[in-house]
């Protein structure tokens, strides 16, 4: 019994295979289209998928109608007659039985089913779904029941995105810049002034609610500050996101005192913000966060909705396959060479963030090291880059108990020598670290541990390996591509 789980038609399209009940692929469309943030589907993506069979069943991630009734209400005319899942699929000859999930319910059951609690809460806050934007679940003998809805347009995301957009960066796709620009900035300047100007009502221990003085569905271009230097800039994205780390704590407060839990699972785009998510174990004892839990990852969650089913939860190396040995030694011998390198080699990554699989990694010692890979990628020059350390060396570096365990990026540590890395240590030391032991991925804790013994170092720069302006690299011609265009030698497998 082969099933799909689909993702897609409004962004950032994905497609899970299982095979019976196990999860054996899933990626992402732009990993094969080279298009940034693709909702539709592709046939190299489904040649892929088929590899596995033809699918007896495919499950959609939310409810087509249902968002029909919200984008009449908000005015998205020109979305009405967007194709419907089916006829997307049946253009690929693949015509088979349909069913769906909500929106919500996909990222619930996306976080919940695999994650290894038998009881949890669930938060799930993005922009928007159907109609939900924030709801709150409780996970118990297999079952999720929902205990908090709030819906459209008073939506945490939307105006995430809004004040992304208001800092002259792309929304729902720069958030992560707004966050690491908010390091550099004041956020008692601007403080007041976002939170008079856009709420009518926090959070709070009674009521988890978030009421907005108007519908950021549009942005807020016409918002006033004056921005007069960078660091207007820098101070904007401070308050943003210190009135959000508020937000998420006092929704995390109410949800402590309403559901019997002592574990946490976070779900939604706004899951992918790594310095709030690490709050949450001032009040949970466990956090599980799903390493895609944005819609893409609802491609398995609107699959595993339906059944109401824990799966045995493979990891993120669920993509495309760029078969053979990972390259250990050629690694460790450019990076003793050049101190920096690239790697694309087995299963991709299926979530934002590069593990080790799709990466360039590189020496995070000394003061150079950080110019350089950024002339590489063109980045912007405050943007730090993560970590990858032996999960048995974690606390030894970081301000973290023995046994902390990242395997996805995303908490944010405190360094405990950032002098020592400048390449890998934001501008308030801390670090998006990525732990890794023997079982989450054999070989890379392997080539760690190599590097450890010839440096002293267990630690390893790890950064996504993309062309600009292009998604992560996919496959191996992506990928002798790349090496071409930034003239950086990339290890394959052997
Ligand atoms: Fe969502």
């Not at 299982?18 to 046939?43: G, M, P, Q, T």
């Not at 690299?473 to 990339?490: F, P, Q, T």
């Amino acid at each position: 019994m082969i099933t799909w789980g689909w993702s897609g038609l409004s962004h950032d399209a994905a497609l899970a295979v299982f095979d019976n009940k196990k999860l054996v692929f899933a990626s992402h469309s732009e990993r094969y289209s080279h298009i940034k943030n693709d909702e539709y589907l592709n046939a190299e993506l489904i040649f892929d998928a088929l590899q596995y069979g033809r699918p007896d069943v495919v499950y959609f991630y939310e409810k087509p109608l249902l968002k029909k009734t919200r984008q009449l209400y908000s005015g998205q005319y020109n979305l009405l007659l967007s194709e419907s899942p089916q006829s997307h699929l049946r253009k690929f000859g693949i015509n088979v039985k349909f069913k769906f999930s909500s929106h919500h319910k996909s990222h619930a059951a996306a976080g919940y089913y695999t994650s290894s609690f038998k009881d949890a809460a669930i938060l799930c806050l993005d922009s928007i779904g159907e109609w939900e934007t924030f709801t709150i679940w409780h996970g118990k003998n297999n079952s999720l029941n929902k205990v908090y809805s709030q819906g459209y347009p008073n939506s945490v995301g939307l105006w995430y995105s809004a004040m992304t957009q208001r800092l002259g960066l792309k929304p729902l796709e720069h958030e992560y810049i707004l966050m690491g620009m908010a390091a550099l900035g004041d956020y008692k300047k601007y403080y007041n002034d976002v939170k008079n100007d856009f709420f009518k009502k926090l959070p709070n221990i009674n009521d988890p609610s978030i009421i907005f003085k108007n519908n950021l569905h549009r942005g807020c271009l016409l918002w006033k500050p004056d921005l007069k230097s960078e660091q207007d800039y820098y101070d904007i994205a401070a308050a943003t996101q210190k009135i959000y780390e508020e937000i998420f704590e006092n929704i995390l407060i109410w949800m402590k005192s309403n559901i019997d839990s002592s574990n946490l699972v976070i779900m939604g785009g706004c899951a992918l913000n790594c310095v709030a998510n690490t709050l949450s174990f001032k009040l949970y004892d466990d956090v599980w966060i799903m390493p895609n839990p944005g819609d893409a990852g609802s491609a398995i969650g609107c699959v595993l909705s339906n059944w109401n089913q824990y799966i045995d939860f493979p990891g993120a190396y669920l993509g495309h396959n760029i078969k053979g040995k990972y390259p250990i030694d050629s690694i460790i011998d450019k990076l003793l060479k050049d101190k920096i390198t690239a790697v694309a080699s087995g299963k991709a990554e299926f979530g934002p963030r590069a593990l080790g699989n799709r990466s360039i990694l590189a020496d995070p010692r000394g003061k150079t090291v950080k110019d350089r890979v950024n002339k590489i990628k063109h980045r912007e020059p405050f943007r730090p880059f993560a970590p990858v350390i032996l999960e048995e060396c974690v606390h030894k570096y970081f301000n973290v108990n023995k046994g902390f365990k990242s395997p996805y990026m995303q908490y944010t540590l405190n360094c405990l020598e950032p002098n020592k890395f400048p390449a890998i240590v934001h501008y308030d030391n801390t670090s998006r670290v990525q732990t890794v032991n023997e079982y989450d991925h054999p070989d890379l804790y392997k080539l760690l541990k190599i590097w450890y013994n010839k440096t002293g170092c267990p630690i390893l720069l790890n950064t996504s390996l993309n062309i600009k302006g292009e998604p992560l690299v996919n496959s191996k011609k992506d990928a002798l591509r790349w090496s071409k265009k930034y003239g950086v030698e990339i290890c394959l497998p052997n």
